[in-house]
């Protein structure tokens, strides 16, 4: 298994945690101590020994941060995490505000006496967060102080886990569609046509992209951690531990970089300073730290990462990839769908006895029929899947603890996503177990219309994601019903599953370009009882002038195929339209995976994507 159920999340542990913070901080005179969930490389996903935020507290979500005051603490999430929040933290411990109704320097204000000093880690703060911050807490009487070797680590002391050490891969130009000599010099363009000399490059994704490599230092995310200089003319600079690199890694890695340890960076970026180089630093990604290091704003080029755009548009060999991972991945969920359909239909009373059917079995199962494609290189993320109230935790993660039977009239949320060499994905299915609620077939409905929405939009150039985002919460807002998340987020070819810049969501300020590659994930969640999401990855086609038209116009290509739950749909609530959609949907789902399915699921496919 790639996946552990073991329960990750100790609050009980939390109270001498902070205590021993607590303890620190008087001796450093610091009122406040931020404890983000980040590491030094500032990207989404961090490694156990960076997963200080949930060592300290107890919550395990993947975006948080908690702050730490003399009588008081505060971890603020976003709407994704407010259920699952309050289940993981101690409430006569911790305060628990959801962002951004809240702001950290709201807090704060309210919190501190005037003139108190709140510590950080400058390596687990972005430059934009410390400068955003800074500000904000200026005008509230607070101020922002750099603390040099992080709290918490002195008070995890040795039972921290070690920096992970997985080995890196060459990823293969047949797999990656561009030689990494190449991308190495469209970057450079780059920096030439800005008049840089140089940029610093700090998230494992873009550096993977970049040398078209892949790594295991985080969990379901092939990357390595590293840091990288690539100068406008010359070889880039990679520093990365030694130890992860095989003599092919080495071999394809020698002519295009110079390999230097992780503990050289701060040497050579001061090196770049008192030489007056003007270098790239991205203030969103990169380390408030790594500025600092190179004389702060006025000494750097405060632009976007130049990978980021370009590894978010996926050439032809990308796309193809990502075409054939989804055929193979829809052929293994097609099968779990029929094998849990299958379970409950064997039972006269369609009951599961205790302990029989459950969310850990179900994962369990999932992962064993992707294994079985024989081309499952790992999981793209904890599988979420939730029974009942379960699913109304938007990022439920099943451990034993929590592991709930499947039981007749439940919704179960199963969201889950593999790592293949050719491509990475992400689907989710809300399931009938036994006879739905007609609240149930409601709200379903409506998520599906969103779904539809999104999959069948039209867009000219320059839309974002911003402008696509209402399309899906329509019907819902017309029921009065909402989503506290985005609708969509980018996903990486053999990377990341989460991926920037582009989003359809609020946040979403990214115009859409083709070759892009996102999420279709509207939901519905009612605490306490169930969870609804449907989630088909998305593919932008190029832009042309449709029939009858005058300008040009950009549309989707759902990637994801697997079956819709028909159960769970008032068709009366549809358009005609609409219901054409799902029908075309179904018969391509049908079509592509039915010669590779056995002739039970194969039959049992055919009745589930039956015209409605």
């Known amino acids: 298994m790639f996946q552990s159920f073991d329960a990750i999340s100790a609050p009980d542990l939390a109270a001498p945690r902070v205590a021993g913070l607590r303890r620190l901080m008087g001796?450093?005179?610091?009122?406040?101590?931020?404890?983000?969930?980040?590491?030094?490389?500032?990207?989404?996903?961090?490694?156990?020994?960076?997963?200080?935020?949930?060592?300290?507290?107890?919550?395990?979500?993947?975006?948080?941060?908690?702050?730490i005051a003399a009588r008081r603490a505060v971890v603020l999430v976003d709407g994704r995490y407010t259920v699952q929040a309050r289940s993981e933290l101690d409430p006569a411990l911790f305060e628990i505000a959801q962002t951004p109704r809240v702001k950290a320097e709201d807090w704060l204000a309210e919190a501190l006496p005037a003139g108190g000093r709140v510590g950080f880690d400058p390596r687990l703060f972005t430059l934009r967060t410390v400068e955003t911050l800074s500000a904000a807490l200026v005008r509230t009487g607070q101020r922002l102080v750099p603390v040099a070797g992080n709290l918490v680590d002195r008070v995890w002391a040795a039972e921290r886990p070690a920096a992970p050490a997985g080995p890196v891969r060459v990823h293969d130009v047949s797999l990656a569609g561009e030689a990494a000599a190449d991308k190495i010099a469209r970057v450079q363009d780059i920096l030439a046509a800005d008049g840089e000399d140089a940029a610093v490059l700090t998230l494992p994704d873009s550096i993977a992209w970049l040398f078209n490599i892949r790594g295991a230092d985080i969990p379901h995310n092939p990357v390595a951690l590293a840091f990288a200089i690539v100068p406008r003319r010359g070889k880039p600079e990679l520093f990365i531990d030694a130890a992860k690199l095989d003599a092919a890694a080495r071999a394809h890695l020698k002519p295009l970089a110079k390999i230097a340890a992780p503990a050289g960076l701060d040497a050579r970026l001061a090196e770049m300073k008192s030489q007056g180089r003007k270098v790239r630093l991205d203030p969103g990604t990169a380390a408030f730290a790594l500025a600092r290091q190179l004389g702060g704003r006025k000494h750097i080029s405060p632009k976007a990462d130049p990978v980021i755009a370009l590894k978010a548009v996926k050439n032809g060999i990308e796309i193809a990839g990502a075409r054939a991972a989804h055929i193979r991945d829809g052929v293994a969920v097609t099968r779990f769908l029929a094998w849990l359909d299958g379970a409950f239909r064997a039972r006269p009373d369609h009951a599961a006895s205790a302990g029989d059917l459950d969310e850990i079995g179900a994962a369990r199962r999932l992962e064993a029929f992707r294994a079985e494609t024989g081309e499952l290189r790992e999981i793209s993320f904890d599988t979420i899947a939730?029974?009942?109230?379960?699913?109304?935790?938007?990022?439920?993660?099943?451990?034993?603890?929590?592991n709930r039977t499947l039981r007749p009239g439940d919704l179960f949320l199963i969201d889950s996503g593999a790592q293949y060499a050719d491509g990475t994905t992400d689907i989710t299915r809300t399931i009938a177990i036994g006879q739905p609620t007609s609240d149930m077939i409601r709200a379903f409905t409506m998520v599906l219309k969103g779904h539809i929405a999104i999959a069948t939009a039209r867009f000219p150039k320059g839309t974002r994601g911003i402008d696509l985002d209402p399309f899906a919460r329509r019907a819902l807002w017309q029921a009065g019903l909402d989503f506290d998340h985005g609708t969509g987020h980018g996903v990486g070819s053999y990377l990341s599953v989460h991926e920037g810049p582009a989003?359809?969501?609020?946040?979403?300020?990214?115009?859409?370009?083709?070759?892009?590659?996102?999420?279709?994930?509207?939901?519905?969640?009612?605490?306490?009882?169930f969870g609804i999401r449907i989630e088909n990855l998305v593919l932008v086609r190029p832009f042309e002038v449709p029939a009858g038209g005058e300008r040009a116009m950009a549309s989707l290509e759902t990637l994801t195929l697997a079956p819709i739950d028909r159960r769970l749909i008032d068709t009366s609530l549809l358009s005609a339209e609409e219901r054409v959609w799902l029908d075309r949907y179904h018969a391509r789902v049908a079509e592509t995976l039915s010669p590779h399915l056995d002739t039970a699921t194969r039959r049992w496919l055919a009745a589930a994507t039956a015209p409605l």
Do not use: C
């Open 503 to 529: 989003s359809i969501s609020r946040a979403g300020m990214v115009a859409l370009e083709p070759g892009m590659i996102l999420s279709n994930e509207p939901g519905y969640y009612r605490e306490g009882g």
């Open 27 to 67: 001796k450093r005179d610091l009122a406040a101590y931020l404890v983000p969930r980040a590491d030094e490389h500032q990207g989404e996903y961090v490694p156990p020994s960076a997963e200080r935020l949930k060592w300290l507290t107890g919550f395990s979500g993947s975006a948080g941060l908690a702050i």
């Open 386 to 402: 939730g029974a009942g109230p379960n699913g109304a935790i938007v990022h439920y993660r099943v451990n034993a603890a929590t």
